[in-house]
């Protein structure tokens, strides 16, 4: 499984991103994906998780009512729908695949996020 990132960039506070992740292979329904982050001097992150059949969300509560995260299995894509962004929220995203519910086994590369005061 291959995951390409993008959406990332430079945004002030108050603003809106919507990131992408694109998978590679055919069973890429069947997987558990996930957004992580990860800020500068800080571990990686839990931020939103989506099951396979898109009908069950998890979120950080740091970003509950301010993201989104949505997939579309027909383009073997996930999305991360960021609103109200705020400067704790910058940080390198990465989007990532748990197939078999054991954990999340592929990453993709990742993406920077930058929230301006």
């Known amino acids: 499984v291959q995951l390409q990132a993008s959406g990332g960039g430079l945004v002030q506070a108050g603003g809106s991103l919507r990131l992408s992740c694109a998978a590679s292979g055919r069973t890429f329904s069947t997987y558990t994906m996930g957004w992580f982050r990860q800020a500068p001097g800080k571990e990686r992150e839990f931020v939103a998780a989506?099951?396979?059949?898109?009908?069950?969300?998890y979120y950080a509560d740091s970003v509950k009512g301010r993201f989104t995260i949505s997939r579309d299995n027909a383009k073997n894509t996930v999305y991360l729908q960021m609103n109200s962004l705020k400067p704790e929220d910058t940080a390198v995203y990465y989007c990532?695949?748990?197939?078999?519910?054991?954990?999340?086994?592929?990453w993709g590369q990742g993406t920077q996020v930058t929230v301006s005061s």
């Open positions: 989506i099951k396979r059949s898109g009908g069950t969300t």
């Open positions: 990532a695949a748990d197939p078999d519910r054991t954990g999340y086994d592929y």
